[in-house]
C-alpha cells in the first residue's frame, strides 16, 4: 500500500487553490477550522503558529505548515492566545501598498463535500516542519513555482496549481515519516497496520471483522477492541469510509458507470453505494459526479450553495489568485534544515 499515492489520490477530490499574503505590523490572523487540507509556507519574515491546546510554536522562513484536515489556527508575529487574533479577511484582496515585513504562501484543498483522507485526519491536526532544502533541494524550486503560479492570473493555474501542491504535499508527508517512521500514522501495532494494509489494497473485498483479524494475526475480539483505540473507530466503519473516499475519486477521475464503480469499491449494487454514498458526502454520486471543481479564478454555479457555506479560511486559503506588486522571490537564506520540536498526539494540534 503506497500511502503517500492513495492520499494524493483522494486528496484530488476537492479543488486546489492559493494565493500570497503580505502584511507590514499586522498582530497576525486567525484561520477557521474548514473541511479539507492546506498548507502555509513562510517566505519573509518570522511568525508564531498559535493553537487553542498546544504551545505557540515560532517559524521562520522556509517553515512548512500542513494543516492535515483543516483544524482553527492562527498565524501570529508574537505568542498570544488565538481567540485574541482577527480573523482572516476574506475575498479576493489585493496585496497591501508599500514595503511588507512578513509574507506566506497559503494553499489548500477545499472540499465541498466529505471530509480530509482518513490518512491525513489520523496525523496532528497541525504539523509545522522545517524541510531539509539542502538533501531535497527540488522543494525549494516547487516552491518557489508554487509561490509564482499563485502571485498573480496567468493562464493555466487551473492546472498547474493542483500538479504543484500534490508534489509539495507528497514532500511534506515524506519528510515527516523520515523523521517519524513509516506507516500509517499513530499505528506501531503489527497487526492494525497489516489490516489497514489488507483494505487499502483490496477495498472491494468482502471484508468482515473475522477476515481482518485473520489478516491482522489476532483474535476477533482483541483485532476489534485494538483497531477502535488505534484508530478511533471500529474496522467496519473505517472500510465503509475507505470504500466511499475510494468511489468518490473514482466518479471524478472515471466516466465508469456507477454500478462498476460500486462493484469496484465493494458494494453489490449500485443503489447500496448510493445509499451510503450521499450518507456520508451528503449528495447523490450522480450529483457529486456532475458537479465541478471549484478553481483558483471561479467557481461553478453547481457549487454556488456549497460556497455559500464555506467559512473564512477558505477565501483566505484558497480564494482567487490574487495580483502581487513587484516580483515573487525566495532567497536561498530563507531556508533552514532544523526540526522544530514534535507533538505528535492526535488530541493536539502538533508541530514536528
Request: glycine share 10%; with cysteine; charged share 20%.
Amino acid at each position: 500500500m503506497d500511502l503517500l499515492s492513495e492520499v494524493i489520490r483522494t486528496v484530488r477530490v476537492g479543488s486546489a487553490a492559493g494565493r500570497v499574503i503580505r502584511s507590514s505590523g499586522s498582530p497576525g490572523m486567525r484561520f477557521p477550522a474548514f473541511s479539507g487540507s492546506g498548507i502555509h509556507i513562510v517566505l519573509r519574515g518570522a511568525c508564531w503558529l498559535i493553537t487553542e491546546d498546544a504551545e505557540p510554536v515560532p517559524l521562520k522562513p522556509g517553515d512548512v505548515v500542513l494543516t492535515s484536515s483543516g483544524a482553527e489556527h492562527g498565524l501570529s508575529r508574537s505568542p498570544r492566545a488565538l481567540r485574541d487574533l482577527p480573523p482572516a479577511e476574506t475575498g479576493p484582496i489585493p496585496p497591501a501598498p508599500g514595503p511588507f515585513d512578513f509574507e506566506f504562501l497559503c494553499s489548500s484543498y477545499r472540499l465541498a463535500h466529505g471530509a480530509a483522507p482518513r490518512y491525513l485526519r489520523a496525523l496532528p491536526d497541525l504539523i509545522a516542519i522545517t524541510p531539509d532544502y539542502d538533501a531535497h533541494p527540488e522543494l525549494r524550486v516547487l516552491v518557489d513555482l508554487l509561490g509564482t503560479d499563485v502571485s498573480g492570473a496567468q493562464m493555466g493555474t487551473g492546472a498547474t496549481l493542483p500538479a504543484l501542491l500534490d508534489l509539495i504535499l507528497v514532500h511534506v508527508l515524506r519528510q515527516w515519516h523520515e523523521r517519524h517512521g513509516t506507516g500509517w500514522p499513530g499505528t506501531e501495532d503489527p497487526g492494525i497496520a497489516a489490516a489497514l494494509r489488507a483494505m487499502h489494497d483490496h477495498p472491494e473485498h468482502p471484508w468482515t471483522v473475522d477476515r481482518l483479524s485473520a489478516a491482522a494475526g489476532l483474535s476477533r475480539t482483541a483485532f476489534a477492541r485494538r483497531f477502535a483505540a488505534v484508530m478511533g473507530q471500529p474496522p467496519m466503519k473505517y472500510l465503509i469510509g475507505l470504500r466511499l473516499d475510494r468511489g468518490a475519486r473514482l466518479l471524478r477521475e472515471t466516466d465508469a458507470p456507477l454500478a462498476a464503480i460500486a462493484r469496484q469499491v465493494g458494494y453489490a449494487t449500485e443503489f447500496a453505494f448510493s445509499g451510503a454514498f450521499r450518507r456520508e458526502y451528503g449528495i447523490s454520486p450522480s450529483h457529486f459526479r456532475r458537479t465541478p471543481h471549484l478553481v483558483a479564478d471561479g467557481v461553478g454555479e453547481a457549487d454556488a450553495d456549497a460556497v455559500d457555506a464555506v467559512d473564512a479560511v477558505d477565501a483566505v486559503a484558497v480564494g482567487g489568485a490574487v495580483p502581487a506588486e513587484g516580483g515573487w522571490s525566495f532567497p536561498t537564506d530563507r531556508y533552514a534544515s532544523t526540526p522544530i520540536a514534535t507533538n505528535t498526539t492526535d488530541s493536539t494540534a502538533a508541530a514536528p
